[in-house]
């Protein structure tokens, strides 16, 4: 009966001695955007977070409605998306708290090199979602949207309604939705020879550019700012605060910031430092 007695003293050590380990773990859960996945930002600024601080920032990339969804379930600790009217709903809502924007980037219109519906050169979005609808109608284009309730996708919907246009009607026929995110939207958007609306630093991640070309940039309606809130604990008490709160502090200070804005793909800067805090927050 030896052996018994040996295992028994041998259980805590089993039970214990791993857990104890994870229980050490220093990490938080963010929900964000694929943009920010795809483009590389966070391979490029949460290894210098980590150095600086051995808390280890686990990236849930979904588009922004879910990412808000999500952590309005408590399903997170902190949350880095872009749509400024929803984050303000989420933190009306109680869900969150210490908004700030950390930084900013365009959308841009690309589509097929040879441009059927004849936007390129123009600088007034609305107008170019005009000619790619009657192009579309004629038989002539395709339109695909990321259709997931993204941020992206939430800036197409504005940008049609600035057209004076509702593409939905158009379902199946030359408006195509891919309920996708950015990049496998690019894709799709390549092998079918379609206009899409990306944000540019996914662009120019993006490899399999093949037939698409980037045919209209600069519109002040294409700005889009990214914007930081830590999940509010008095809601969701198993939030890491002060873990998420250390993260949001890094990312607005001088080191988070230049952290962003040194991250480049062939050699252009994709993201751009601009902190502005809710005071309304608790920020």
């Given at each position: 009966?030896?052996?018994?007695?040996?295992?028994l003293?041998?259980?805590?050590?089993?039970?214990?001695?791993?857990?104890?380990?994870?229980?050490?773990?220093?990490?938080i859960?963010?929900?964000?955007?694929?943009?920010?996945?795809?483009s590389?930002?966070?391979?490029?600024?949460?290894?210098?977070?980590?150095?600086?601080?051995?808390?280890e920032?686990?990236?849930v990339?979904?588009?922004?409605?879910?990412?808000?969804?999500?952590?309005?379930?408590?399903?997170?600790?902190?949350?880095?998306?872009?749509?400024?009217?929803?984050?303000?709903?989420?933190v009306?809502?109680?869900h969150?708290?210490?908004?700030?924007?950390?930084?900013f980037?365009?959308?841009v219109?690309v589509?097929p090199?040879?441009?059927?519906?004849?936007?390129?050169?123009?600088?007034?979005?609305?107008?170019?979602?005009?000619?790619?609808?009657?192009?579309?109608?004629?038989?002539r284009?395709l339109?695909?949207?990321?259709g997931?309730?993204s941020?992206?996708?939430?800036?197409?919907?504005?940008?049609w309604?600035?057209?004076?246009?509702?593409?939905t009607?158009?379902?199946?026929s030359?408006?195509r939705?891919a309920?996708?995110?950015?990049?496998?939207?690019?894709?799709?958007?390549?092998?079918?020879?379609?206009?899409?609306?990306?944000?540019?630093?996914?662009?120019?991640?993006?490899?399999n550019?093949?037939?698409?070309?980037?045919?209209?940039?600069?519109?002040?309606?294409?700005?889009?700012?990214?914007?930081?809130?830590?999940?509010?604990?008095?809601?969701h008490?198993g939030?890491?605060?002060?873990?998420?709160?250390?993260f949001?502090?890094?990312?607005?200070?001088?080191?988070?910031?230049?952290?962003?804005?040194?991250?480049?793909?062939?050699?252009?800067?994709?993201?751009?430092?601009?902190?502005?805090?809710?005071?309304?927050?608790?920020?």
């Open positions: 009966m030896r052996w018994w007695w040996f295992a003293a041998l259980l805590p050590a089993l039970l214990f001695g791993p857990s104890s380990g994870l229980a050490g773990e220093r990490f859960i963010l929900q964000s955007t694929t943009s920010t996945q795809n590389g930002l966070f391979d490029h600024i949460l290894p210098r977070f980590r150095a600086a601080t051995g808390i920032v686990r990236v990339a979904v588009g922004t409605g879910q990412a808000l969804r999500n952590a309005a379930r408590g399903d997170g600790d902190a949350v880095l998306v872009h749509s400024p009217e929803d984050e303000a709903r989420f009306a809502a109680g969150g708290i210490l908004r700030c924007r950390v930084f980037n365009d959308f219109l589509g090199a040879e441009d059927p519906a004849g936007i390129r050169g123009l600088s007034d979005v609305a107008a170019a979602l005009r000619r790619i609808a009657r192009a579309g109608a004629a038989g284009a339109f695909l949207s990321r997931d309730d941020g992206t996708h939430k800036k197409e919907r504005r940008l309604r600035a057209a004076g246009l509702d593409p009607a158009a379902s199946g030359w408006y939705e309920g996708a995110g950015m990049g496998a939207t690019l894709n799709m958007a390549q092998a079918l020879g379609a206009y899409t609306l990306s944000d540019r630093a996914t662009w120019l991640a993006f490899a550019r093949r037939g698409l070309a980037l045919l209209l940039e600069g519109d002040e309606r294409l700005f889009n700012p990214y914007g930081i809130m830590v999940v509010n604990p008095a809601r008490p939030v890491r605060f002060q873990l998420a709160k250390a949001r502090d890094w990312l607005i200070s001088p080191a988070g910031q230049e952290a962003v804005a040194s991250f480049r793909v062939r050699g252009q800067q994709l993201f751009f430092p601009d902190v502005r805090c809710d005071e309304r927050s608790g920020s």
